[in-house]
């Protein structure tokens, strides 16, 4: 086979980025074209996306990869659950809130008395957290756009769509809605009508690895490129992200860290069981028909929020770099907090700054309150740690696994320290990168699509192998990880 060449955007909470792959037989190179910041956009009280702008930046990322090679396609991920409606013209009805925006709060526990929470695991098989779309549906119901909405497009749906013309919902991330029966694969129709939300909003199913369609030739006019198409790849980017796990065997661990960490286990099927639901594990869709089984684990947002709280009030040498090398040399195991804690959630504001909450959940717990930098993002790290080790164990003895290795890939994977602690928490090797495994998980559902030959999961994580390092981290000992994670409460 020849040598394709495509475009992969993938879109996180904090930056985007459109890069350019090739793919080929023993050939995989990942050049960045385009990279852009990205966030949250605070409006009164609400917290919306700037999607307009998303849009032109992922223009401008791919009318660079074809000014500097040929274009053979194009696929797009973000992250899930947040969506844009559509009127019955095609139009945008007001911009797409960001899953972190507080008017969830609550809705879950409402939506229980409707639909108690073990009838909601056995149709969507996940884990409950109050920005999953269903959540975010509800909280909209009444009002103007949610009652003229024709229409529901997950974020990366709704930008092929402007490049297309095309609608439709991709697999892995509709997985994430709450709405897709992870059983039969398909909308969860009833599920949305007693609920009292209009299911007929839910756009055609497709499957990673379809083509969606050809850049509208007026798109591909503006850009100057030719008929290319658009394809659908796993368009949540944890799906892309596992894709590209370089594992030579099954029966890996993950932790898929950026913005969130996903941590968890790729199955054959989904693990519906009532100890998976108490346990609050997620079942979400993964490309090839695999269940990605895992757990949302708040990630290093925690740490990047203190460091933005740090940058605006001036504190001396709190960047990355420097709080990574006060981390390190701070008491390991000092400050143990529960990570996953609510209050965590939001983005920090000058009068509810994040380095704050940390401090405070830790003083609620009757641990040693941090007080440097160093210490608070050691306490962080820790905590981190300890959270995925106890989620990878569950996971494992949930799906009546061993445990043998752990995958770190995205752009946490980066984060030696944080990798060291995560091998000896758990005391098996980690492996860590590529860091752009979801850029790279979108391009190779591309290129199988336009005729790479890669038979199966298997023949693409051994292209990613042969193509790029990990570096391996060994579990040490001498910590009493045990004992830290007895002083953090179960949820
Ligand atoms: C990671 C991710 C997670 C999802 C969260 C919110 O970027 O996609 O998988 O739970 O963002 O959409």
């Known amino acids: 086979t020849a040598t394709l060449r495509v475009a992969a955007v993938d879109l996180g909470a904090t930056s985007g980025r459109v890069m350019a792959a090739r793919v080929g037989p023993g050939q995989l190179e990942l050049t960045e074209a385009h990279r852009f910041p990205n966030g949250g956009v605070p409006v009164g009280g609400s917290l919306f996306w700037d999607v307009l702008g998303i849009h032109r930046e992922v223009l401008t990322g791919i009318a660079e990869v074809a000014r500097t090679g040929d274009l053979h396609g194009i696929g797009i991920d973000s992250w899930a659950v947040d969506y844009g409606l559509l009127d019955r013209d095609g139009e945008l009805l007001g911009n797409p809130y960001s899953h972190r925006d507080p008017r969830t709060r609550g809705v879950p526990e409402l939506v229980a008395r409707t639909v ?85 909003i839910l756009p055609a199913l497709r499957d990673a ?85 895992l757990k949302n684990v708040m990630g290093l947002w925690v740490l990047s929020e203190c460091v933005r709280a740090w940058k605006d009030r001036g504190t001396p040498a709190t960047d990355l770099a420097s709080l990574l090398a006060g981390a390190s040399t701070a008491a390991p195991l000092r400050t143990v907090v529960d990570i996953n804690h609510p209050s965590l959630l939001g983005p920090g504001s000058a009068t509810d700054p994040m380095p704050e909450r940390v401090v405070g959940l830790a003083r609620a717990a009757g641990e040693p309150v941090p007080q440097t930098p160093g210490e608070i993002a050691r ?113």
Not at 134 to 156: C, D, K, W
Not at 450 to 466: I, M, Q, Y
Request: proline share 5%; charged share 20%.
């Open 116 to 200: 108690g929470v073990r009838e909601q695991y056995a149709v969507n098989g996940l884990q409950q957290l109050p920005f999953t779309t269903v959540f975010q549906l509800v909280a909209a119901r009444g009002t103007a756009a949610l009652e003229s909405a024709h229409t529901l497009l997950l974020l990366p749906d709704l930008l092929a769509y402007w490049l297309t013309g095309e609608v439709g919902a991709e697999r892995t991330n509709a997985s994430t809605t709450g709405l897709l029966d992870v059983t039969t694969g398909e909308w969860a129709g009833d599920l949305a009508t007693r609920l009292g939300l209009p299911w007929s």
């Open 209 to 293: 690895g379809s083509v969606v369609g050809p850049v509208r030739a007026q798109v591909a006019a503006d850009l100057g490129i030719g008929d290319v198409p658009v394809v659908a790849v796993g368009s949540h980017d944890t799906a892309s992200a596992v894709v590209a796990v370089p594992a030579s065997e099954p029966g890996f661990g993950y932790i898929s860290s950026g913005t969130w960490s996903l941590v968890g286990l790729e199955l054959d099927a989904p693990v519906l069981s009532e100890e998976a639901r108490a346990a609050d594990f997620t079942n979400e869709g993964g490309v090839d028909g695999t269940i990605r089984f």
């Open 379 to 491: 306490c962080v790290l820790d905590s981190l740690a300890l959270a995925y080790r106890r989620h990878l164990r569950t996971a494992a003895r949930l799906a009546g696994q061993d445990l043998e290795v752990v995958h770190v890939v995205g752009g946490g994977s980066h984060n030696h320290l944080l990798c060291q602690l995560t091998a000896d928490a758990l005391g098996v090797p980690v492996l860590a990168g590529p860091a752009e495994a979801a850029a790279l998980g979108n391009a190779l559902v591309q290129a199988r699509a336009l005729g790479a030959d890669l038979p199966d999961l298997a023949a693409v994580r051994a292209l990613v192998r042969e193509t790029h390092d990990v570096r391996r981290h060994d579990p040490r000992a001498g910590l009493d990880w045990d004992a830290a994670d007895r002083r953090v409460p179960t949820p």
